[in-house]
């Protein structure tokens, strides 16, 4: 199993809801990403998590949380947004072991959310 | 700091014409190399990447690339483009120096016309 899977497929919310991001896989990675691309955009990385621990955090505000309950599952809360944080927002894993760096990542299908 | 350029936002080919798509880096230190592909409403997969050995590396599909030191390139190149092909590709770099940051590039879009 080489998939990661993400849901919802499409979220619409108001400014001031608060809504989550589930993100699941089942390969065994113990390391999983958080990335948000806008329209003709490359993804640029926003969290990640090594063995369930934050490792990176690029500057993100804190109306984004990310949350890792387990080795399998990636989470990302999401409070009072703006209209300008409608994107796809993309989960990926990768081995997480050894030189993380040649890691080939397992992207998600993604989140398409419109903030209204 | 690291940083990639995709030299083409878009590049059109008939089917079955041959397929160049550019990239270039920059780093201080060494690093590793990707292709990934982004089909429509779709994550990202790995098309292919240079660790170390052999400058010419090839994917399933047809794709192959060649990473240059001496030009910091990693070209995508296939000789026949086929209608399928016709995706978003994004080359990407890591440091040797480890760590899990990957910096893409913003991308091409490749187009294949009848």
């Known amino acids: 199993d080489t998939e990661v899977t993400q849901t919802p497929k499409h979220l619409v919310m108001g400014m001031t809801n608060k809504k989550s991001l589930k993100c699941e896989q089942h390969?065994?990675?113990?390391?999983m990403y958080w990335y948000k691309q806008k329209a003709k955009k490359p993804p640029e990385l926003m969290f990640v998590?090594?063995?369930?621990?934050?490792?990176i955090n690029e500057s993100v505000p804190s109306r984004f949380s990310p949350e890792c309950p387990n080795s399998s599952l990636l989470n990302l809360h999401l409070h009072a947004l703006q209209p300008e944080d409608s994107a796809l927002y993309l989960c990926?894993?990768?081995?997480?072991?050894?030189?993380?760096?040649?890691?080939?990542?397992?992207f998600g299908p993604g989140t398409r959310l419109t903030v209204l | 700091a690291q940083s990639v350029t995709q030299l083409d936002s878009q590049v059109p080919v008939f089917e079955e014409a041959p397929v160049e798509l550019r990239c270039n880096y920059s780093?201080?230190?060494?690093?590793?190399l990707f292709w990934y592909v982004q089909y429509p409403n779709q994550g990202l997969q790995l098309l292919l990447k240079?660790?170390?050995?052999?400058?010419l590396v090839e994917s399933i599909n047809g794709f192959e690339a060649e990473f240059k030191k001496s030009e910091t390139s990693f070209h995508l190149t296939k000789p026949s483009a086929h209608m399928s092909d016709a995706a978003e590709y994004f080359c990407?770099?890591?440091?040797?120096?480890?760590?899990?940051?990957?910096?893409f590039g913003a991308g091409t879009r490749l187009f294949v016309k009848a």
């Open positions: 990407a770099v890591s440091e040797h120096t480890g760590g899990f940051k990957t910096i």
């Open positions: 390969m065994g990675h113990r390391a």
């Open positions: 990926a894993s990768s081995q997480g072991s050894g030189a993380f760096s040649t890691d080939t990542q397992y």
């Open positions: 240079y660790l170390s050995g052999s400058t």
């Open positions: 998590y090594s063995y369930e621990k934050l490792s």
């Open positions: 780093s201080s230190v060494s690093v590793y």
